[in-house]
């Protein structure tokens, strides 16, 4: 499976993740000037900007890891683009689901940190 076929499925299995605990996604894969933003969803009021790493081990610090100072500018960079775009005024949140494996081949394991960063 190529790099864009993991990161479509592990997407996906986000989305899932996050839709079982009561989000709406609204958007998927927002492309904006500075940017991607992976999923766009609603929790109640909040809209909630959503982050997706994938990692298959954790040899170098795991996927929450990969998000640096310069990776989250750029996401709130195209937030406000989308925001813009959309004509919205609402409460917002940056949140990232990282997927890694346990051990090579092993299960998934999908942690969703809430309010992961912000302006």
Known sequence: MDTTSIGNEMEAQAERHLVAAGLRIVERNFR????EIDLI??????????EVRYRRNRTFGGAGLSIDYRKQRKLLTTANGY???RR???P?????????????DGP???????NAFGQ
């Open 83 to 85: 925001l813009q775009l």
């Open 32 to 35: 904006g000037r500075f940017g």
């Open 108 to 114: 998934l394991n999908i942690d969703w940190i809430q």
């Open 88 to 90: 919205l005024d609402c």
């Open 92 to 104: 917002c949140r940056f949140d990232v689901v990282t997927i890694e494996r346990g051990n090579g």
């Open 41 to 50: 969803a609603r929790d109640g009021n909040i809209l909630v900007f959503v």
